[in-house]
């Protein structure tokens, strides 16, 4: 299987909600499940910044990564250290 990638560098093949509740961000255009419950505009902040606003493919080709929306979104599941983790990974992606 091709790997999905999200415009914030998560893969999508490794997130437990690809085919039952999302479809990727791409596909969802941004409007990915948990920004629709949790979202006022019921869209991912980070793909609406580098998709939307920007017109950028990703996250990665902005010059500002990480910036603050970036590194402050963190899926509230995991710790802060795996957060930190998760960002150099995702970055590493995106460039």
């Known amino acids: 299987m091709q790997e999905l990638l999200s415009a914030c560098g998560l893969l999508c093949n490794e997130c437990k909600f690809l085919g039952d509740t999302c ?25 609406n910044c580098a998709v939307n606003d920007k017109k950028f493919n990703n996250c990665g080709q902005c010059d500002r990564l990480p910036c603050k929306a970036f590194t402050e979104l963190q899926d509230p599941e995991i710790s802060d250290e795996e957060h930190a983790k998760s960002i150099e990974l995702r970055i590493s992606r995106l460039r």
């Open 23 to 47: 479809d990727g961000c791409y596909a969802v255009k941004g409007k990915t499940f948990w920004a629709k419950e949790f979202r006022t505009d019921k869209i991912c902040p980070l793909f």
